[in-house]
């Protein structure tokens, strides 16, 4: 099985490429006591894992430089679902213009219909603090456990 933190950069590049992750995306995978996530200046595309930082699940950095400013927003996840291995934070551009646009989203690919029912964030601001991190993801209403 290959290591957690190369498959997280793996990750990251195969998501740029589908233009699912810029500049301001991340991934991360969980790892003894906490989880390795790309860091705040990293390039996505170019990701190896000695860049990668190790992030404990109260969010603060074990090992390494900066974490993303919604290092909180993977934190939650982990610390509410111990079966997550993994998390990705996209920021396509297709997807802002989506929500800007105020509509509904809904799948247009059969693949779609496996997400469908995923909460979306209401709020413009990011994931970028404990509270905000624990009031997301939603733990009962539609997308509950769905993140």
Known sequence: ????????????????????????????????????????????AAMTPAMLCR???DGAVIQGDRPPNEVHLHAEIYRARPDVQAVVHGHP????????????????????????????????HSISTPDRGLRWPPRSGPGAGRC
Do not use: E, K
Not at 8 to 31: I, K, M, P, Q, T
């Open 55 to 57: 992030v404990g699940l």
């Open 93 to 124: 551009v297709w997807l802002g213009t989506l929500t800007a646009a105020g509509g509904q989203l809904m799948p247009v690919l059969p693949q779609g219909v496996l997400v469908a029912d995923l909460a979306v964030y209401p709020h413009a």
């Open 1 to 44: 099985m290959q290591d957690p933190a190369a498959q997280v950069c793996d990750a990251l590049r195969f998501l740029v490429r589908a233009g699912v992750v810029d500049y301001n995306g991340h991934a991360s995978a969980r790892v003894d006591g906490g989880f390795v996530i790309n860091t705040a200046a990293s390039n996505p």
